[in-house]
């Protein structure tokens, strides 16, 4: 019981990375028929009574003195010399989980439009997907409780207004890199054409936590552990499957009107060779 208490005060957690850059349209366009579990914030489709117990196949973080954390120390000092590059502005954009911002992150990989108005089913999936995907991480974040990078070497991080909280929020696994990931193999799953580009635009949101100076490498590691595992979990819901295939003839669609990403994909590209 104390566990699953836990899991539902981290939806506040979820809540505020969704919330510091949503806006009332994107509170208001939610579909009725799909509750809030926060404002703005749509349930998922797996059951919100069973948590994900990520904790019990994710490993424990990396001992202080040890060699993966000297590995998650190199990587961090690296990744500090990227501040104010093309690369730190791609971080500071894929900082922030509200919709509908955040709903082109894969237009360009996808080479398609993602959005309320042209893509809506797709649209919709990504927005419940990503409760469950990123929810899933707090059993394994509650069981660490690890200490974030800013709090450790004391440099700024590209979300500074979010760092109170994050404080209280543990490093380990991330759950921007479990939604990132999460998000990567339903697409690459929709658009198989279209997976290499997608799987790598994922692994670069992951990283760009680092960037931000808010996760460890290592906590990026485990956060595709935990969105792989959650996506195979929605795999079992009749729900999730019936809306990959409303995405699925969506996107053919879309493709037979001809749309295509309407996004600088040629800057993206260029800004991901500023990769870790």
């Known amino acids: 019981m104390k566990s699953k208490k836990r899991y539902f005060s981290c939806v506040l957690a979820i809540a505020f990375a969704l919330t510091?850059?949503?806006?009332?349209?994107?509170?208001?366009?939610?579909?009725?028929?799909?509750?809030?579990?926060?404002?703005?914030?749509?349930?998922?489709?797996?059951?919100?009574?069973?948590?994900?117990?990520s904790a019990v196949f994710?490993?424990?973080?990396?001992?202080?003195?040890?060699?993966?954390q000297e590995l998650d120390n190199?990587?961090?000092?690296?990744?500090?010399?990227?501040?104010?590059?093309?690369?730190?502005?791609?971080?500071k954009?894929?900082?922030?989980?509200?919709?509908?911002?955040?709903?082109?992150?894969?237009?360009?990989?996808?080479?398609?439009?993602?959005?309320?108005?042209?893509t809506p089913a797709l649209y919709m999936l990504l927005r419940r997907t990503l409760a469950d995907v990123g929810l899933a991480?707090?059993?394994?974040?509650?069981?660490?409780?690890?200490?974030?990078?800013?709090?450790?070497?004391?440099?700024?991080?590209?979300?500074?207004?979010?760092?109170?909280?994050?404080?209280?929020?543990?490093?380990?696994p991330s759950g921007h890199t479990s939604i990132g990931w999460g998000w990567a193999l339903i697409l690459a799953e929709l658009v198989p054409e279209r997976a290499e580009a997608v799987l790598a635009r994922g692994r670069a949101f992951?990283?760009?936590?680092?960037?931000?100076?808010?996760?460890?490498?290592?906590?990026?590691?485990?956060g595709r552990m935990v969105g792989a595992g959650a996506v195979a979990t929605l795999h079992a819901n009749p729900d999730f499957l019936a809306a990959m295939t409303a995405a699925s003839a969506e996107i053919a669609g879309a493709r037979q009107r001809?749309?295509?990403?309407?996004?600088?994909?040629?800057?993206?590209l260029k800004d991901l060779s500023y990769g870790l």
């Open 137 to 172: 991480t707090y059993s394994a974040k509650n069981t660490y409780a690890r200490s974030r990078p800013f709090m450790i070497n004391g440099q700024p991080t590209c979300t500074p207004d979010e760092e109170e909280q994050l404080r209280h929020d543990g490093s380990y």
């Open 93 to 118: 954009h894929d900082a922030h989980l509200g919709f509908p911002a955040v709903a082109n992150t894969f237009s360009c990989a996808l080479d398609l439009p993602v959005s309320e108005q042209e």
């Open 58 to 68: 994710v490993p424990a973080s990396p001992a202080e003195a040890g060699a993966l």
């Open 20 to 53: 510091a850059c949503s806006t009332p349209q994107a509170d208001r366009s939610a579909a009725t028929e799909v509750p809030e579990i926060r404002p703005g914030i749509l349930q998922g489709y797996l059951p919100m009574n069973d948590p994900f117990q």
């Open 74 to 91: 190199q990587v961090s000092s690296y990744s500090l010399t990227l501040r104010d590059t093309p690369r730190w502005e791609m971080a």
């Open 206 to 222: 992951g990283e760009s936590r680092i960037v931000c100076n808010v996760h460890w490498y290592s906590d990026v590691v485990a």
């Open 258 to 268: 001809g749309l295509t990403a309407s996004g600088d994909c040629a800057q993206e």
